[in-house]
């Protein structure tokens, strides 16, 4: 059971992990379309690509709550769907089939074969299927393999059979491929190596003589058994199996790929081996091997090939030439293998070949790609290596390959997917002064990385943007015939007049329409078949299609203050309260007026109309909000026209009002809303009954300091609502879920706006800016947040903002890659060993390699102006920048420098260095230049700064030490040990440091200035690997580790308040050790399991109004929240909601959720809201049992979920 | 007497089936080279800890996983006679 603790934390995910773990390519949706799933950390995600527009969208996406460690694509033989097998850290094999009709997933089969979590000998990380689709085998690293037969049945149900066990112990699997051996007995391949002996052996003889097998395991489907059918030594080296593709459609086999070989085995063939080609380039090393290490094998009619990869991201094609006899027949016999240089791509953890002709490249790091192939690299110069001229023994030595990287030839790029994985380092931070603070974050490694900056909102597709000779108020568009597929004018209404312009090969001013031009308009409607209205402040004008114009005018001494119109109906209300009503006689098109007008009690503000319902003469409801704060529902009904039905009070006067009918996730189809906007800046949706008109289930969003105006808008297919207030906010269902969102659109602000629809832009949006009129259309919903990239040179480590200005300082550094200046060198040397080759650009082709090399800098970033690095400092001597921190020396008249920690020589493992040097920079320009001021030779590389009291606090090592700034160097003022391993990172208030330790959880240290003194006083009884930490208060701590757990701890009163004692501290000092540590422990508040790893943790507000909360990156690209409980009440509901969805909807992979959260400490005091926000998604029955459990009804727990995001995040 | 070739009987069981499970005789050589073997399955299982270190080894993640496999191999050296006595 949950623990549970003094605080909550509500959980929630608001970008899901975009690393790619593993991608398959099927054809799942049972079509002859081809799908792509992928695994993201616990995230299985459907993509459909579109070969007509070049693009590609996920189409469901489903957390498993478990870690997904493989996937596998297979089908039943005679079957044109693909199934998913999923390898995950449950203990158990799962197999789900994608129904496209519900759009969702859905679980076949559930087997058990062992314990949970990820361990050495449960199997779960390697999956081989046979292509024939009859069986599958499912290994551990080492020692077990369990073969499960595949079948159907008279139902043509899929069947599984219980498991068949092909261990060996003492064993450890390098990669495992299921052979392609027609219909033959299935059989698997699998590199091994056993060793048993090698651990008995003091000499380590057995070590330097064992060698790595190729291991065929065979289930024999008669006997229903599995043997070990043949094994034979291959290059110790090897690490990867690709399938060969058999029976008639090739030899059948393997290819075995292992540094700077390939290798073509089989049992009853010959083996040929080809090498890997190096690059040549001057500064690239002739000597340095290469491995593969992402491959696919491709399939086209009657011929197959192969693309490897290189570490490098070199694509090399391998195809295999069979033997003929003298009649010119294949006799089956491979007579050679043969490699040639591709293309170059981004380095790939998956790639996937499509029948369609495209390759999507799921990148280990950064976006991914999306290539459409040009064509196969049959018919081009490069060079090609066959097997004939290479040893076939691995031992035996031979002459390298060598070719020349060029750009692609054989490959176009058509999209590149957002991906923000590795997420290094973010801030949040209000840098544009917009209502909502902007999360800027460093991303990517080597020359792909990129500092991005995220922003909520829409992408919006600008597509007009003209100038007006005055300032509109209002503006709308209208048909001329209710035929009509496109809208014929755009009507402007100015303070004193309105303009009308056709809608044409070109926008122009139109005078014979009937419409008045000399007044502002209030309303514009087409009405019935073929008529117009225009309302204005003196009255309506009814304008038929003969151009008769019929004027109802207003009666004396009042005005129209407000007005709304459907295609049959009209409502206006007077400047003196009161409300004229009118319908339009169906048979001649007239318009007549009810002869009752209602008198309401205070000012008309704004009133609405919905759409008559289809085979409806009428709508039942009319909407009018007055000055008293109110919004009242009137029947319309003939037998009670214009009586109350209901009424809403409201928090401030109503600026507009919207019936509209939208998708609704609750009741599964369409529902009714009246959406309001008010005075106040303030949005509500509430759902208007339809036969009774009243009003319940009110959501309450803030979206801006300006009065709200409403509008409905086409969007993507469906209606839409879209809200005017200091920004531009679209209400919409997401496509995936169907649950209401509300985001803002990254567009300047509108004062009015209305549908528009054109050849050209079939759903748009017309709205007035100022003094200028925008069209503009939304082309994506659902991905909320947009981001803006700023490509950096190499792998970023972390960063800092400015204090004042809005610029930030990367400090980045790669391991193994030559540093520019030693690149430069082998250029311009004129002995040249590895010939000569055109500088391709790094981002593609990355930089040239070598061990023990670094290459490293500082970047200044502008995001906001120029967007885009302002300059770049590099470091020299193999010095890799560590740490980076902007200090304020209050001995320099509070001067802020650039401090920038490095390390020289470092190697990562084991750790070892030459030294640590301190750069102090100087900030000129306002920050955009960077001036040198002197280096402090450290011990070690320092790997956390941080601004304390005006000095600079360093963790060298397990110290920390207060630097003052002096004219040569740092002068060393206090230092103390505080930590037992490595200080990773620093943190204050006050006198306090929070010191967190590279695997011993924090320490929390106090400074006692009159002594000079660093006392530790509290430490953690848990070791947790730290990896980022935040002060949430005084006495507490939020961070997270290294194994993807996010907790908070927190000091006990009584021991925070003896630390910050007057005097001395000697007491603190004096203090009895406790268990070899400090006197005192920390109290752990909540714990988490989160899966990614975190990177950085901050206290911030991510909405305008919102409350503080805890915003986390994780290193596979999550970003994450979590949102403080404020009563009891809200937990006990949550917690309990928790519970019945744990039962109700179980985790798809098998993995309890409850030991999911608890992957290494009992989840604490933390709700799961992505496991909560699952239930608008459940199926209605499901919902309505758990509601009745919680005593509660649908929509108020939906409005529970939605609001505890909506409250504080996106 | 039968007990005891019971007990015995028993922990053989549980050592062929539950790997890294110990005896009476377990030398260190045994036991660090049983965890560390436990550790790098998990990191290679694990793969957001397969990233990270990854990203900071400066390596590809294949290249990666497969060294960490290789390791397992012999993961702390030769054994020690001597310790053994």
């Known amino acids: ?1210 | 007497m039968a007990d005891k070739l019971r007990t015995l009987q028993n922990l053989e069981h549980l050592q062929s089936r539950y790997l890294g499970t110990g005896h009476a005789d377990t030398t260190k050589h045994e036991w660090s080279s049983n965890l560390h073997r436990d550790s790098y399955a998990s990191y290679i299982g694990h793969p957001a800890l397969l990233e990270y270190m990854s990203i900071g080894m400066g390596e590809s993640r294949e290249k990666v996983r497969a060294a960490m496999v290789e390791k397992m191999v012999r993961p702390v050296g030769v054994k020690n006679v001597e310790e053994e006595g």
């Not at chain 1, 097997?387 to 176009?412: G, H, L, M």
């Not at chain 1, 036969?691 to 803030?702: A, C, I, K, N, Y």
């Not at chain 1, 993807?1044 to 501290?1065: F, H, M, V």
């Open chain 1, 1 to 1210: 059971m949950a623990t549970t603790s003094s605080m909550f934390m509500y959980s929630l995910t608001i970008q899901p992990p975009t690393s790619i773990t593993q991608a398959i390519l099927g054809q799942f949706a049972g079509t002859k379309e081809q799908q792509i799933v992928s695994a993201s950390g616990s995230r299985l995600t459907i993509h459909r690509p579109d070969p007509v527009n070049l693009k590609i969208t996920p189409v469901l996406s489903l957390d498993v709550f478990g870690i997904i460690r493989t996937l596998a694509p297979f089908r039943l033989a005679g079957s044109s769907k693909d199934y998913i097998i999923i390898g995950s850290d449950s203990g158990r094999i799962t197999i789900v089939e994608y129904v496209p009709a519900q759009n969702r997933f859905n679980r076949l089969h559930l087997e058990t074969f062992g314990k949970s979590g990820v361990r050495r000998v449960i199997p779960g990380q390697y999956l081989a299927v046979d292509p024939k689709g009859r069986a599958c085998l499912i290994a551990s690293v080492e020692k077990n393999k369990l073969v499960y037969v595949l079948n159907r049945n008279a139902q043509a149900d899929l069947t599984i059979s219980s498991p068949l066990e092909a261990h060996k112990s003492n064993t450890l699997v390098f990669a495992m491929v299921g052979l392609d051996v027609g219909y033959e007995n299935p059989v698997f391949a699998a590199l091994e190596i056993d060793y048993s002996d090698i651990d008995q052996d003091p000499t380590g003889q057995v070590y330097e003589d064992v060698e790595k097998q190729l291991v065929y395991y065979e289930l024999d489907l008669g006997l229903n058994h599995v043997v070990r059918k043949w094994n034979d030594p291959v290059d110790r080296t090897a690490t990867m199996l690709l399938q060969v593709p058999g029976g008639a459609d090739g030899p059948s086999g393997v290819l075995i790929c292992g540094v700077d070989n390939i290798t073509y085995r089989h049992i009853n063939q010959d083996q040929f081996r080809v090498p890997i080609p190096r690059r040549r380039g001057a500064a690239e090393n002739p000597e340095r091997k290469r491995n593969i290490t992402a491959g696919v094998m491709h399939k086209m009619r009657g011929a197959f090939f192969f693309l490897l990869q290189s570490e490098d991201g070199d694509l090399f094609k391998v195809t295999i030439e069979m033997a003929e006899d003298d009649a010119g027949q294949a006799t089956g016999e491979v007579r050679k293998l043969i490699i040639k240089y591709f293309d170059t791509v981004p380095l790939a953890s998956n790639l996937c070949i499509l029948k369609s002709g495209f390759l999507f490249v799921a990148s280990e790091t950064g976006n991914h790609h999306f290539y459409q192939f040009e064509k196969l690299g049959n018919d081009d110069n490069e060079i090609e290596f066959n097997s004939d001229s290479y040893p076939s023994d691995p031992r035996q030595p031979y002459t390298p390959a060598f070719f020349t990287p060029r750009p692609a030839e054989n490959v176009k790029l058509v999209e590149s997917i957002e991906s923000m994985n590795p997420l290094m380092d973010s801030k949040v931070a209000n840098l544009t002064e917009e209502d909502a603070p902007q999360i800027y974050s460093i991303c990517g490694t080597g020359a792909r990385s990129t500092f991005r900056t995220l922003k909520h909102g829409l992408e919006v597709m600008d597509i007009v943007e003209s100038p007006l000779p005055a300032p509109p108020t209002r503006v709308w568009t209208t048909k001329i015939t209710r035929g009509d597929e496109f809208d014929a004018y755009i009507i402007l209404s100015f303070s004193n007049g309105t303009l009308v312009l056709s809608i044409g090969e070109n926008v122009e001013e139109v005078s014979d329409t009937g419409f008045l031009t000399s007044a502002p308009t209030l309303a514009v409607q087409q009405l019935g078949e073929d008529a117009l209205i225009q309302v204005h402040p003196r009255g309506i004008r009814h304008i038929r299609a003969d151009k008769r114009v019929n004027e109802w005018p207003a009666p004396q001494h009042r005005s129209i203050v407000a007005a709304t119109t459907n295609q049959r109906q009209i409502a206006v209300a007077l400047s003196s309260g009161e409300i004229a009503y009118f319908e339009m006689d169906p048979e001649d098109g007239s318009l007549a007026e009810y002869d009752e007008r209602r008198e309401m009690t205070g000012t008309v503000t704004c009133l609405s109309l919905g759409e008559v319902p289809e085979g409806r003469v009428r709508t039942q409801f009319l909407a009018v909000g007055c000055d008293d704060s109110t919004v009242r529902i009137l029947s319309l009904d003939p037998d009670s026209c214009l009586e109350n039905k209901s009424v809403q009070a409201l928090t401030s006067g109503p600026s507009a009002l919207k019936i509209m009918a939208m998708a609704d996730s609750s009741s599964g189809g369409s529902t009714l809303y009246l959406h309001i906007g008010l005075w106040s800046g303030v949005y509500l949706r509430t759902v208007l009954d339809e036969v009774t008109g009243e009003l319940s289930d009110t959501r309450t969003r803030f979206l801006g300091p300006k009065r709200v105006e409403l509008f409905q808008v086409s969007v993507q297919g469906q209606q839409s609502v879209l809200a005017l207030s200091s920004r531009a906010w679209l209400g919409y269902s997401d496509p995936q879920t169907k649950g209401f969102n509300l985001t803002p659109l990254s567009f300047p602000a509108l004062d009015w706006a209305s549908n528009f629809s054109s050849e050209q832009c079939p759903e748009g949006v017309v709205g007035i800016e100022k003094q200028s009129l925008r069209i503009f259309s939304i082309e994506k919903l659902g991905d909320s947040l947009l981001q803006e990239s700023i490509p950096l040179t190499y792998t970023p480590r972390k960063f800092v903002r400015h204090p004042d200005f809005p610029l930030f300082y990367t400090i980045e550094s790669d391991n193994n890659t030559l540093a520019p200046s030693t690149r430069q060198q082998l250029i311009n040397d004129t002995g040249l060993v590895n010939g000569e080759a055109a500088i391709l650009p790094p981002a593609d082709f990355g930089y040239p390699r070598a061990q023990g090399h670094w290459a490293s800098c500082i970047h200044i970033v502008d995001p906001v102006d120029t967007k885009s690095c302002l300059a770049q400092i590099d470091l020299e001597d193999n010095e890799a920048a560590v740490s980076v921190a902007a200090v304020t020396f209050a001995s320099q008249e509070n001067e802020t420098f650039l401090i920038v920690g490095t390390g020289k020589n470092i190697k990562v493992s084991p750790r070892s260095f030459d030294a640590g040097f301190v750069y102090v920079y100087r900030f000129l320009e306002e920050g955009k230049e960077l001036e040198f001021i002197h280096k402090t030779k450290v011990e070690q590389p320092p790997q956390a700064l941080l601004g304390f009291q005006g000095r600079l606090l360093v963790g060298i090592g397990n110290e920390i030490r207060i630097y003052d700034l002096g004219l040569k160097q740092l002068l060393r003022k206090c230092q103390a040990q505080v930590s037992p391993n490595l200080v990773t990172g620093l943190q204050t208030q006050g006198s306090r440091i929070i010191v967190s330790d590279v695997q011993e959880s924090v320490v929390y240290v106090v400074y006692k200035y009159q002594e000079n003194r660093l006392i530790p006083f509290v430490d953690d009884s848990v070791p947790r690997w730290t990896s980022s930490t935040t002060m949430v208060d005084y006495e507490t701590v939020a961070g997270g580790d290294k194994f993807g757990n996010i907790w908070l701890l927190r000091c006990p009163q009584k021991t925070s308040e003896e630390a910050d004692e007057d005097g001395s501290g000697a007491h603190l000092m004096h203090e009895r050790q406790y268990l070899q540590g400090t006197p005192n422990r920390l109290a752990l508040m909540c714990h988490h399991f989160v899966q990614d790893i975190p990177t950085s943790i901050q206290k911030t507000q991510l909405v305008a109004g919102g409350r503080d909360i805890l915003v986390w990156t994780g290193i596979q690209g999550t970003i994450g929240i979590f949102i403080p409980f404020v009563g009891r009440e809200d937990v006990d509901f949550f917690q309990s909601l928790e519970q019945h969805l744990r039962s109700e909807d179980a985790p798809i992979a098998g993995r309890d959720h409850l030991i999911y959260r608890s992957y290494y400490v009992p989840v604490k005091g933390v709700i799961d809201g992505d496991l909560c926000e699952r239930y608008p998604l459940l199926p209605n029955d499901k919902k309505q049992m758990i509601a009745a459990e919680l005593d509660r009804s649908v929509r108020e727990i939906e409005r529970k979920i939605s609001d505890m995001r909506t409250r504080v995040a996106y």
